[in-house]
């Protein structure tokens, strides 16, 4: 029986409860008796062109309640979409998964005349009678008139659905899918196509005239447009209202926008956009935070925030080019880069330990977790375990922005880009960065280069090796005085361990997989699953020396400014 179903037959508030995977006195709780305190913190964020807007936060149990009705609505809604249309002729992209901004703008490129509108107070204008009745009267839900009530109770606050509930945006999705269909229906008899994101209506078309019945010009002027007859027909029809001071044409000899992307022949993000982040990440590298510069002065944004903003951006131009490396994308590489070092070497809060690869740091974090009581200054045990150093993960954008994926070369090149990459940031690191390395002949060109940098020679017999800026290098100690890499650290029974019938082989060469299992099932399966049982001795020097760099970074930050550039190199 499919989810829909299952919500048609169901008659009380206990069977809903279960519906949502939860049990009915969390559901009763959060409506008839948590709800009496108060149900919702407001709070005010600025809108994007000016203005504020209140946001209404449920409480921790409320929210619960909100987000696994949400879940199951939009589970029902992408069954009936799925049902109704394909994915490329939905025209609903807002809170939806596979949907977005960018889906939704991607319908109205290069076109002669785009057109947007607003709906006024969206989420406001569905009142809590509005909810109730489309549960009870639409014929694909027709639900139980207790249930409809309740979902209600649950959606609704001061007789709305309120901005900032998670299930506020796929009911109010559910309700205006009619307005959609009669929209679309117009929009096609007048060769125009239309699409929705939230409150945010979209018309193009490339016929010499824009239609009347969609869009027409304020009589009188030569560049105000209001949205037409048809439009304010429908829309008022379905409960809503048009705001009318949101309402504009772009021409295509004009920058054309939809939902705050470019769509005149590839999508892009606005100019504006990209000078703000650019400009958030100078001085986040020179002040060690950033900030929105408004009239009204600095809001000052988070780093996952601005992250965010470029990763969007990366994104949108990714899309935009068959090739990466095309138009404006160098520059914009470089100042991803330049963020991505940053949050990854520089400013950071805690120790850095970077490893040759992500399998060494699942032995590392392991062993931390075991030796916890002779290392406290390395992991918070209470009241559960809790790092007080984080790691350095290889990922796909490391590879393409930072230049780093992997390996003993890899860890070489750092080395030699290491001051470089820190020439944009002015304003001091307080935490050092620790590179371990294998002691065996993989790292000779890491030592060599070390004897260059330091001036006398380096063989990795030393617990750690202070470089420059925040760097150090910490060799893993040699065992019985052979060559060493961090596998060697483990005892031989742990090594001979089998998966099935086959053996560990530690060599980044093909082999047969029916026989052998690499480093990553022996991290996976072997290491971090049986941690409680292996002997993590061997690893006591190398930690040891990682608190020992912590202690000479802090005597040495304190002692003198580290050394840094003069001025902020100049960015892209």
Wanted: with cysteine.
């Amino acid at each position: 029986m499919s989810e829909l179903s299952e919500l048609k037959s169901a008659t009380t508030l206990p069977q809903l409860a279960r519906l949502l995977k939860l049990k009915g006195e969390t559901v009763s709780y959060a409506l008839y008796w948590y709800r009496r305190a108060n149900p919702y913190d407001y709070f005010e964020i600025p809108k994007k062109n000016g203005g504020r807007r209140l946001i209404a936060a449920p409480n921790s149990r409320l929210k619960l309640v909100q987000t696994r009705l949400a879940g199951l609505l939009g589970r029902i809604e992408a069954e009936l979409e799925g049902k109704r249309a394909t994915k490329a002729r939905v025209v609903s992209h807002g809170f939806k998964t596979g949907f977005s901004i960018v889906t939704n703008a991607a319908h109205h490129r290069n076109r002669r005349w785009v057109f947007n509108a607003d709906l006024q107070d969206f989420f406001p204008s569905i009142n809590f009678g509005r909810v109730y009745g489309f549960f009870i009267k639409d014929r694909n839900f027709q639900l139980d008139p207790k249930i409809a009530t309740i979902i209600a109770q649950i959606a609704c606050h001061n007789n709305k659905l309120p901005q900032g509930s998670p299930c506020s945006p796929v009911i109010s999705n559910l309700i205006a899918h009619i307005l959609d269909i009669q929209l679309n229906k117009m929009a096609s008899k007048h060769h125009c196509t239309y699409t929705r994101y939230a409150d945010d209506l979209t018309f193009s078309t490339n016929e010499k005239e824009f239609p009347e019945a969609v869009a027409r010009l304020v009589r009188g002027s030569r560049d105000k447009w209001t949205a037409g007859d048809g439009i304010l027909r429908l829309v008022y029809r379905a409960g809503f209202k048009v705001n009318h001071e949101k309402s504009r044409m772009q021409k295509r000899d004009s920058r054309q926008d939809t939902t705050g992307l470019i769509v005149n022949q590839k999508l892009n993000v606005r100019h504006e956009y990209y000078k703000q982040s650019r400009a958030m990440c100078r001085h986040l590298f020179q002040h060690g935070w950033a900030h929105t510069g408004t009239k009204r002065g600095e809001r000052p944004v988070s780093n996952d925030s601005l992250d965010g903003m470029l990763s969007f951006i990366y994104q949108i131009r990714r899309i935009k080019n068959d090739a990466f490396f095309t138009d404006d994308q160098p520059g914009f590489s470089k100042l991803f880069g330049y963020f991505l070092d940053y949050q990854s070497f520089y400013g950071i809060v805690r120790p850095r330990i970077i490893c040759e690869g992500k399998t060494d740091n699942i032995y590392l974090r392991a062993a931390i977790k075991s030796l916890h009581l002779k290392f406290p200054r390395l992991v918070d045990a209470t009241p559960k375990f809790s790092l007080l150093v984080d790691f350095f993960h290889y990922n796909s954008r490391t590879a393409r922005f930072q230049d780093l994926s992997g390996g003993g070369d890899e860890m070489n090149k750092l080395l030699s880009s290491y001051r470089q990459r820190m020439k944009p940031f002015k304003h001091g690191a307080s935490q050092p960065v620790i590179m371990v390395v294998d002691n065996d002949s993989g790292s000779t060109k890491i030592f060599n280069h070390l004897t260059n940098i330091l001036g006398k020679p380096i063989d990795g017999s030393d617990p750690f090796y202070y470089v420059y800026e925040n760097l150090y290098v910490v060799p893993i100690r040699k065992v019985a005085g052979a060559s060493t890499a961090i596998e060697d650290l483990f005892d031989g029974s742990v090594l001979a361990e089998k998966i099935g019938v086959r053996e560990f082989n530690r060599s980044n060469k093909k082999f047969d997989q029916t026989k052998f299992y690499g480093k990553n099932e022996f991290a996976t399966e072997i290491i971090a699953p049986k941690r409680a049982t292996i002997d993590f001795s061997r690893f006591e020097p190398l930690q040891k020396a990682c608190c020992d760099v912590v202690d000479h970074y802090q005597v040495l930050s304190k002692a003198a400014p580290i050394p840094t550039p003069v001025q902020v190199a100049a960015l892209p």
